[in-house]
């Protein structure tokens, strides 16, 4: 899915003042435990009402102190866990992009611009779908997920989809692949519906024309292959584009 954010989902995305942050809050190890607390307190409650009648109130109430102060202390770990990964939501982007802080600032400003794209693999509109899409600015782009994979627009090299992934047992997959001059990391989504990544992909190529968009290409009569041969195709990058 494509679309254009209206400002009344980009103040949705930006409440907090950072929609890198807003987005870096979509996982981390604070909400399972939380979320396992909170399961503790519910199945303790409703084992003490059913067992109200059998054991009576005291023994109720002592059942449900049992689950409910460990899974409170679960909740409350969890909470402060949480709050702890997203203040460091810069230092994360930065590690993985390589980009500077003051450029995470320009990524916010660009983000509220007219022209911001949002994209995804699905069609969920939700907050949580909002946290987990990708986004293309003016000079920077953001790739779907719970990773902070964000890097300049103009550091792109590939961005495909194939239906001739080679998998670990030699067989072929339906795969979204994408990776940066620098090779440090690739962006590689498993089996994505086609529909939408063919779409993303035309996108990107629209943002950027010097992104290569196929798996398999031939550039002054050596052939290629985008995936398989990446190292190969980030030094062409470079050679054509001049880039260090």
């Given at each position: 899915?494509?679309?254009?954010?209206?400002?009344?989902?980009?103040?949705?995305?930006?409440?907090?003042?950072?929609?890198?942050?807003?987005?870096?809050?979509?996982?981390?190890?604070?909400?399972?435990?939380?979320?396992?607390?909170?399961?503790?307190?519910?199945?303790?409650?409703?084992?003490?009402?059913?067992?109200?009648?059998?054991?009576?109130?005291?023994?109720?109430?002592?059942?449900?102190?049992?689950?409910?102060?460990?899974?409170?202390?679960?909740?409350?770990?969890?909470?402060?866990?949480?709050?702890?990964?997203?203040?460091?939501?810069?230092?994360?982007?930065?590690?993985?992009?390589?980009?500077?802080?003051?450029?995470?600032?320009?990524?916010?400003?660009?983000?509220?611009?007219?022209?911001?794209?949002?994209?995804?693999?699905?069609?969920?509109?939700?907050?949580?779908?909002?946290?987990?899409?990708?986004?293309?600015?003016?000079?920077?782009?953001?790739?779907?997920?719970?990773?902070?994979?964000?890097?300049?627009?103009?550091?792109?090299?590939?961005?495909?989809?194939?239906?001739?992934?080679?998998?670990?047992?030699?067989?072929?997959?339906?795969?979204?692949?994408?990776?940066?001059?620098?090779?440090?990391?690739?962006?590689?989504?498993?089996?994505?519906?086609?529909?939408?990544?063919?779409?993303?992909?035309?996108?990107?190529?629209?943002?950027?024309?010097?992104?290569?968009?196929?798996?398999?290409f031939a550039y002054e009569g050596?052939?290629?292959?985008?995936?398989?041969?990446?190292?190969?195709?980030?030094?062409?990058?470079?050679?054509?584009?001049?880039?260090?």
């Open positions: 899915m494509v679309l254009e954010p209206d400002d009344r989902m980009k103040q949705k995305m930006t409440r907090n003042g950072s929609v890198l942050q807003y987005m870096y809050s979509v996982a981390g190890a604070g909400k399972g435990l939380a979320a396992m607390g909170g399961m503790l307190m519910g199945i303790g409650i409703l084992l003490s009402v059913a067992l109200f009648n059998v054991i009576g109130m005291e023994k109720a109430v002592l059942v449900a102190a049992a689950l409910l102060v460990p899974g409170l202390l679960l909740v409350a770990a969890g909470i402060s866990m949480q709050r702890k990964r997203e203040r460091g939501w810069a230092d994360a982007y930065t590690k993985l992009s390589g980009l500077e802080e003051r450029e995470l600032h320009q990524v916010e400003e660009e983000f509220r611009q007219p022209g911001t794209v949002l994209f995804s693999f699905d069609k969920g509109k939700d907050s949580n779908s909002l946290k987990k899409m990708g986004f293309i600015t003016a000079n920077y782009i953001k790739f779907p997920g719970v990773k902070p994979f964000l890097i300049r627009l103009d550091d792109l090299v590939a961005c495909f989809y194939t239906k001739k992934m080679l998998c670990r047992d030699g067989g072929y997959d339906r795969g979204f692949i994408a990776y940066p001059v620098a090779g440090e990391w690739s962006f590689v989504m498993d089996s994505p519906p086609e529909k939408a990544s063919l779409e993303i992909v035309k996108l990107v190529a629209k943002h950027n024309p010097k992104v290569i968009t196929d798996h398999f050596k052939e290629y292959d985008a995936f398989g041969g990446m190292e190969e195709v980030i030094e062409l990058h470079k050679r054509v584009y001049g880039k260090r």
